[in-house]
């Protein structure tokens, strides 16, 4: 069952409702947006707000992004490494003793 949680981002309280269990995952994600948020609006305090959230939001979809890309990536090699290792297992009980 969802219950409330306030979270605070540029000096302004926000109630989200969250499952229990998803809480402190909540107010990390809250915490490392005022942060970002800070960073964007620099120390233009006259900055508007919804100007500083769309910013904000580009410069971590962008991250994400490219978070996705490298695993994406990783994972490639890693069934390329996989696809090696077993075609080495298989030549080694297919090869007459």
Known sequence: MSEPVNVKILDREF??????DERESL????????ARMREVRGSNRMAALDRVAVLTALNLAHELLQLKQ???QRDVAL??????????LD???????
């Open 15 to 20: 109630t989200v409702g969250v499952e229990p």
């Open 91 to 97: 030549g080694l009980f297919d090869s007459p003793r």
């Open 70 to 72: 490298a695993a994406e």
């Open 27 to 34: 107010m990390a994600a809250a915490h490392l947006l005022d």
């Open 79 to 88: 069934n390329r490494t996989l696809g090696e290792l077993n075609r080495k």
